[in-house]
């Protein structure tokens, strides 16, 4: 009966000929968004593709139940949902941007938006900008949208993340901590 039960289970997420389509990942995806916006569960994108954690590269390849939204593109979404899961990419991408600015991120309680809960501020990038934000000790990065100024007041301070990016780059306990910044999109 079980098995029956999971041959079930699998059709409906997968569809009858458990057909998939290939995305590759955009600055702001989320696992939580491809999953929504695909009609199914982050486990059960999380099994399609083999993955263990809820971190994405951006250009990686992943599997999208097919007939799920045609144009979805989970990046452009704008609803207002906040999504559970945090993205952080652990490695840079292959053909990594150059460095556009080092120096010190601390963090602060953020400016809310309603695309990702990782945002941060700059002095002078363009609202609207993705950038890759990686701790110069630990090599953790994160992908933080721009959506407000700062930091001020010390200039080797060069980015205020939202306490939700701190927290993946694992900055919370130092509360300031050196970083590489590079463009991963501008607007």
Excluded: C
């Excluded at 609803?79 to 991120?105: C, L, N, W, Y």
């Excluded at 990782?118 to 990065?141: C, D, I, K, N, Y």
């Amino acid at each position: 009966m079980r098995g029956r039960r999971a041959v079930l289970l699998a059709l409906t997420l997968l569809g009858p000929a458990g057909a998939e389509r290939v995305y590759r990942v955009r600055a702001g995806d989320s696992l939580f968004s491809l999953a929504h916006g695909s009609g199914v569960t982050v486990q059960a994108l999380q099994r399609l593709n083999g993955l263990s954690g809820s971190q994405l590269r951006v250009g990686q390849a992943l599997k999208l139940p097919d007939g799920a939204t045609g144009g979805f593109s989970p990046a452009a979404q704008t609803s207002p949902v906040q999504a559970p899961a945090i993205q952080a990419v652990q490695t840079p991408p292959a053909q990594a941007a150059p460095v556009f600015q080092r120096g010190m991120a601390v963090y602060y309680g953020g400016r809310l938006d309603n695309r990702t809960v990782l945002t941060a501020a700059h002095l002078s990038l363009p609202f609207g900008t993705w950038v890759e934000v990686t701790h110069a000790r630990t090599g953790r990065s994160v992908l933080v949208l721009i959506n407000d100024r700062g930091p001020f007041g010390q200039p080797e301070r060069v980015i205020d993340l939202s306490a939700a990016a701190a927290q993946v780059l694992g900055i919370t306990g130092e509360g300031v901590a050196p970083v590489t910044l590079r463009i991963a999109r501008q607007p």
